[in-house]
């Protein structure tokens, strides 16, 4: 398994297949281009070690020419191509082959033949090292197929993933997660636990309350809990390995979950760096931050208001609540930006009622 960026990818096809593969459509392109002397229209950036390989594999004179076309983002086609770098040479009066790395919705093919079509070639076919017939919406034939595959994102032999990968010789497939892990956060008085309360059972998650866990494992004087304990009884606060250390103990002990809400953690940019690495083992990762936004107004309002009724004594004093929320602010701008970084963050409008509130974090976790 490798992992690039976010992501994870399985060997699927080795290098010697690809080889082969490679081989047939080579014997294919001779045998019809025996008397002609074609040029061969590489797409950038992808196609560059396909179109290398048949090239000098091809028995009789040839040219080659380049395009280079943008049309996927991460791991999704964007649907409209965007030309990059167009044709340089004219094309007029020849025999030319496309060749491409990979034929998917068949948009980027489609362009190039729209490029070509003010050209008045000769004749023109198009070459492709993988097909993903089941995506394929379009009505031109592919006449030179390396090797079929179903909907799968790969990598490797030109392939790239955000621009990775491209250099592995054999080809990788992209590995499903099996969990969905999201990170809750909201300030104090935010109704966070009642939301995480019903999304643990809507989403079948394992809800880590980091409190929780400290209080357990102090509770039950487990190893970890008996060291927090004695950085707390010394008024420090307890270092970022042993909550992690927790933290994962928890995790393991839920090894067949669907997925994770951790919630009042991470809190610190290297809680969140080691919870990556950490889930990066087991080929998981977090799939979002998703953050309850309230207005500090508002907030304190309900907190003073908690306060008359349940008689906690940190709700009850407006100066102390402010300061935890600007505790809170500190933290989360910090933690906003490491999952913003990663197209991670979902600020989620946390005033109205609980089912309102509910409502608009379902639309974001449903996506994630
Ligand atoms: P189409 O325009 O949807 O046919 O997609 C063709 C282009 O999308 C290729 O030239 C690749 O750049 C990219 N692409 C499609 N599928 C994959 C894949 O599985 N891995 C990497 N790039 C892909
Ligand atoms: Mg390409």
């Known amino acids: 398994m490798i992992q690039l960026q976010d992501l994870f990818f399985q060997k699927f096809i080795s290098k010697a297949e690809v080889k082969g593969a490679v081989n047939d459509v080579s014997l294919k392109i001779n045998k019809d281009y025996k008397e002609k002397?074609?040029?061969?229209?590489?797409?950038?950036?992808?196609?560059f070690f396909f179109g290398a390989d048949i090239i000098k594999k091809f028995d009789g004179t040839c040219e080659m020419s380049f395009v280079k076309v943008n049309s996927y983002e991460g791991t999704e086609s964007k649907g409209a191509v965007s030309t990059v770098m167009g044709l340089d040479t004219t094309l007029k009066n020849r025999d030319v082959i496309i060749v491409e790395d990979i034929v998917d919705s068949g948009n980027t093919i489609e362009a190039i033949l729209k490029m070509l079509k003010q050209e008045q070639v000769k004749s023109c076919k198009i070459a492709t090292m993988f097909y993903k017939?089941?995506?394929?919406?379009?009505?031109?034939?592919?006449?030179?197929?390396?090797?079929?595959?179903?909907?799968d994102f790969i990598v490797g032999y030109g392939l790239d993933y955000n621009e990775l990968g491209r250099n592995l010789s054999a080809i990788y497939r992209l590995k499903p997660r099996k969990m969905k892990n999201i990170v809750l956060f909201g300030p104090p008085g935010a109704g966070k636990g009642t939301q995480a309360e019903y999304?643990?059972?809507?989403?079948?998650?394992?809800?880590?309350?980091?409190?929780?866990?400290?209080?357990?494992?102090?509770?039950?004087?487990?190893?970890?809990?008996?060291?927090?304990?004695?950085?707390?009884?010394n008024g420090d606060l307890v270092p970022d390995e042993v909550t992690i250390e927790m933290l994962k103990a928890e995790v393991e002990k839920n090894n067949d979950a669907q997925?994770?809400?951790?919630?009042?953690?991470?809190?610190?940019?290297?809680?969140a760096a080691a919870l990556d690495s950490f889930l990066a083992e087991?080929?998981?990762?977090?799939?979002?931050?998703?953050?309850?936004?309230?207005?500090?107004?508002?907030?304190?309002?309900?907190?003073?208001q908690r306060g008359e009724t349940s008689g906690r004594a940190d709700d009850q004093d407006e100066s102390k609540i402010r300061n935890r929320f600007n505790e809170y602010k500190t933290k989360t701008a910090v933690l906003k930006d490491y999952y913003e970084?990663?197209?991670?963050?979902?600020?989620?409008?946390?005033?109205?009622?609980?089912?309102?509130?509910?409502?608009?974090?379902?639309?974001?976790?449903?996506?994630?």
């Open 199 to 233: 999304l643990k059972v809507k989403y079948n998650l394992v809800h880590i309350s980091t409190g929780d866990v400290f209080r357990y494992n102090i509770k039950n004087e487990t190893k970890l809990g008996i060291l927090a304990k004695s950085y707390m009884d």
């Open 133 to 151: 017939p089941l995506a394929f919406k379009k009505n031109y034939p592919i006449d030179y197929v390396g090797m079929e595959i179903e909907n």
């Open 341 to 368: 970084d990663q197209n991670k963050y979902f600020g989620i409008q946390g005033v109205g009622s609980i089912e309102e509130v509910t409502e608009r974090l379902c639309k974001v976790i449903d996506n994630l």
């Open 282 to 304: 087991k080929g998981e990762g977090i799939n979002g931050m998703v953050a309850l936004e309230v207005d500090e107004n508002l907030l304190v309002e309900r907190l003073l």
């Open 37 to 47: 002397s074609p040029v061969f229209l590489i797409v950038l950036n992808g196609a």
């Open 259 to 271: 997925g994770f809400i951790f919630d009042g953690f991470p809190r610190t940019h290297s809680q």
